[in-house]
């Protein structure tokens, strides 16, 4: 599985975009990447998911560069409910289910 | 709904007394997880189960037991709980070939 690297904290003002880099330096060929957003006291909910170059849904942006050794999680305009912790999870489902999380980004939305 | 569903959902009990916390899922998937979260140290992965009959470890499974009897059910077992496993729980389920976890909503346990 390969080790994620994201940054501890994160601020941002409401309307902003708000980009959170992953960085997974020794990323499997079959690896996807997949991002997980949890609020205090519940469980994490999943974002997107994506494998290579841009995959965009209603919630967020995913961009990987064609090295895929890192990830950038795009939030449009976010609002104060946007804050949370944010984990990047990078790992190849067929080959097995053992997840690392990492300890994510926690994201502060100031008013 | 489809949902996964953790009793009990608070739970404080003294070191020594064996306890089991259920997970149950409507989604009919094979793949199903315990996750502890402790604060500073985000999710770590105790028990991972890739259908009926069959578990795996993760990487924190000293102290716990699992059994998956049905592929709804994915019970998690502390039989001589110490304050050490006080953290938040989390069940997760998800069909095969995704990363797309549903997690149950915690169970937060106190062990004193």
């Known amino acids: 599985l390969a080790k994620t690297t994201q940054p501890i904290s994160m601020d941002s003002y409401e309307g902003q975009e708000v980009n959170i880099t992953c960085s997974h330096n020794?990323?499997?060929?079959?690896?996807?990447i997949t991002w997980y957003q949890q609020f205090p006291s519940q469980g994490p909910r999943f974002i997107i998911q994506?494998?290579?170059t841009k995959v965009t849904n209603e919630v967020a942006s995913l961009f990987i560069p064609a090295d895929r050794k890192s990830s950038t999680l795009s939030l449009p305009r976010v609002s104060l409910s946007d804050t949370a912790v944010y984990y990047c999870l990078v790992g190849d489902p067929p080959g097995g289910f053992k997840t690392i999380f990492g300890a994510g980004t926690r994201l502060f939305v100031k008013a | 709904e489809a949902q996964v569903t953790q009793n009990p959902r608070y739970l404080i009990t003294v070191t020594g007394k064996k306890l089991t916390v259920t997970c149950s899922q409507n989604m009919n998937h094979e793949y199903m997880s315990w996750y502890r979260q402790d604060p500073g140290l985000g999710l770590r992965q105790i028990y991972y189960?890739?259908?009926?009959?069959?578990?795996d470890k993760g990487d924190v499974p000293e102290g716990y037991k699992v059994s998956r009897k049905e592929k709804r059910n994915f019970p998690l077992i502390l039989e001589s709980p110490s304050p050490n496993q006080t953290s938040l729980y989390f069940c997760?389920?998800?069909?095969?070939?995704?990363?797309?976890?549903?997690f149950g909503p915690g169970t937060r346990l106190t062990v004193t």
């Open positions: 189960s890739m259908n009926v009959e069959v578990t």
């Open positions: 994506g494998y290579k």
């Open positions: 020794n990323i499997a060929t079959n690896d996807y």
């Open positions: 997760a389920s998800s069909l095969p070939g995704a990363f797309l976890l549903y």
